[in-house]
């Protein structure tokens, strides 16, 4: 079975210091994506960032980077800077690139103190 | 507006009644898909749709969860003879095919009492 663990229930930081959010997956297949998804209180989920495996670089949006190890299967999310919009449930997802939908963990929950 | 729009955004039945949800994509989206998002836990693939087509559907779509897509344009997502255990919030994401993202939807709360 395909599956995304995420460790970390919940995670606080101060405004404006970094925090790293963990991610490990398991699959059977060379060829993958995977995602970091947000979801803040009673809103919708968008997409916070995307990494082919098939790339060795990490993907960065500004100030969201990920450390990819593939060999590891581990994705996690780096955000710099935090902000309080930042605060919300982080899922990470992995997805075949086929028929098949994401598979997401179980979320953590980021709190930004200020 | 030309995001994922799903109607109703929450729904309270009672054990036993048929519910239905409503999910209209991005336009010209022709991949769709619906999960099922419980407290506390990550959402999980139910259905998938290409256009028209059902392609793909999880062990968690029982014989009373049916989903359709006439046209390849707005979907719904029938459950029968609801049951507590239904009770989630009920997402849907479109995308434009190949290795696209998927955009969510608002989701549809259902409660059943």
């Known amino acids: 079975a395909q599956t995304v663990t995420q460790s970390q229930p919940e995670m606080s930081v101060q405004e404006a210091e970094t925090v790293t959010l963990s991610c490990t997956y398991d699959t059977s297949e060379s060829d993958y994506y995977l995602f970091w998804y947000k979801q803040p209180p009673s809103r919708q989920m968008i997409l916070v960032i995307r990494?082919?495996?098939?790339?060795?670089q990490n993907a960065t949006e500004n100030r969201f980077s990920v450390n990819f190890q593939k060999a590891a299967k581990s994705f996690s999310l780096k955000i710099s800077d935090s902000q309080l919009g930042d605060a919300a449930m982080y899922f990470c997802?992995?997805?075949?690139?086929?028929?098949?939908?994401?598979?997401f963990g179980k979320g953590t929950h980021l709190i930004i103190q200020p | 507006d030309t995001g994922v729009s799903q109607n109703p955004r929450h729904k309270i039945t009672k054990r036993g009644q048929n519910v239905t949800f409503r999910c209209d994509p991005i336009?010209?989206?022709?991949?769709l898909y619906w999960y099922r998002q419980t407290l506390g836990q990550g959402p999980e693939f139910l259905t998938y749709f290409q256009n028209e087509a059902q392609l793909e559907k999880s062990r968690l779509l029982s014989d009373r969860f049916s989903a359709e897509r006439p046209k390849g344009s707005f979907s719904t997502l029938e459950i029968q003879r609801t049951e507590q255990g239904d009770s989630a919030m009920y997402l849907c994401?479109?995308?434009?095919?190949?290795?696209?993202?998927?955009?969510f939807g608002p989701g549809t709360r259902l409660t059943v009492t």
């Open positions: 997802a992995r997805w075949g690139g086929g028929a098949d939908g994401l598979t």
């Open positions: 994401a479109s995308s434009p095919g190949g290795v696209s993202e998927q955009y």
């Open positions: 336009s010209e989206h022709n991949r």
């Open positions: 990494q082919e495996a098939y790339k060795q």
